[in-house]
């Protein structure tokens, strides 16, 4: 269902406000680089500081401007069932195509109340719920165990996994076989051993800075050109380290500033690079050819 590189997209502010025009000519960007869908309030987007208000904010105004040219699948998870379901509720509502929903964090479910978690979504609202692990920041894994029983339910249609194990691509295929389920990468340094393992994408941190080069190394991928699809690999590879050199996501918003594209501004208690890792941004860049 979904494929290719999917930008997770910064949410640029102004004066500590929503950038509306810095959005939509972001997401403008990413449609012309060959982007092929989009996630607006994942964790790159802040979504974590941002108000309910500014949360549906985004997420219509991302749903517009894509006007259908490309999918839009919004984040929409909390560590509250109740709140992650009023989430997508308002996302099915304004137009999504699906829902990126995360596991619950700080809570620190075990496997039954991740199932639940998921259940009841399942259950509240009907759109294409794609699953979201990234055990690093939410203290608790879902195990491809637990995987294999939510990918039965018919709203849920794939995971976006960032727990930086590629063997669980493999695992998760064996654990659904027969079933429609879409397994996206969640980390840029491995996307395309994600994808030689199985995957059809990456919903992806550096794509908000390279649009092109991500859409142009999947489309490699998919035309069965592995060399050019290396290749390109080996560029953006310096750029998928320098999106973490300092929390995201204030070296993308570095970056694109430098491009005149948005402010560098992040919402407390993210911060922005210091002098010396900026640097060490720019030399990624350069590296990649992209200074």
């Known amino acids: 269902m979904f494929h290719g590189s999917i930008p997770a997209l910064v949410t640029p502010f102004k004066n500590g406000a929503i950038d509306r025009d810095a959005f939509t000519n972001l997401i403008e960007r990413q449609i012309e680089g060959g982007s092929t869908a989009l996630v607006p309030c994942g964790t790159t987007g802040e979504s974590a ?19 259908g040219r490309v999918p839009v699948i919004a984040g929409a998870g909390s560590n509250s069932t109740r709140e992650a379901i ?3 509720e308002h996302a099915k ?42 055990p690093s920041r939410t ?10 029983k939510l990918a039965s339910l018919p709203n849920v249609v794939g995971i976006k996994d960032a727990s930086n194990d590629l063997g669980r691509v493999s695992m998760h295929a064996a654990l659904t076989a027969g079933e429609q389920f879409t397994q996206l990468s969640g980390e840029d340094p491995s996307s395309l051993g ?15 800075v390279a649009p092109d080069l991500c859409a142009q190394m999947h489309a490699a991928f998919d035309a069965g050109d592995l060399d050019t699809a290396r290749a390109l690999d080996q560029r953006l590879i310096h750029i998928h380290k320098a999106m973490f050199l300092a929390p995201s996501p204030g070296p993308a918003k570095y970056v694109l500033a430098k491009m005149g594209l948005c402010s560098d501004e992040v919402r407390l208690p993210i911060v922005a690079p210091t002098d010396e890792t900026k640097a060490k941004i720019d030399k990624a860049m350069t590296l990649a050819g992209l200074s």
């Open 49 to 67: 500081t941002l108000s309910h208000a500014e949360h549906k904010e985004v997420v219509e105004l991302c749903i517009q401007v894509a006007a």
């Open 86 to 88: 009023e989430l997508i």
């Open 93 to 134: 509502t304004v137009g999504a195509d699906a829902a990126l929903v995360i596991c619950p964090y700080y809570n620190k479910p075990d496997q039954a109340g991740l199932e639940a978690h998921f259940r009841a979504i399942n259950d509240a609202v009907s759109l294409p719920v794609i699953l979201y692990n990234v």
């Open 139 to 148: 203290a608790c894994d879902l195990l491809p165990e637990t995987v294999a």
């Open 194 to 208: 994600h994808r030689v393992m199985g995957g059809t994408g990456c919903i992806s941190v550096t794509a908000n």
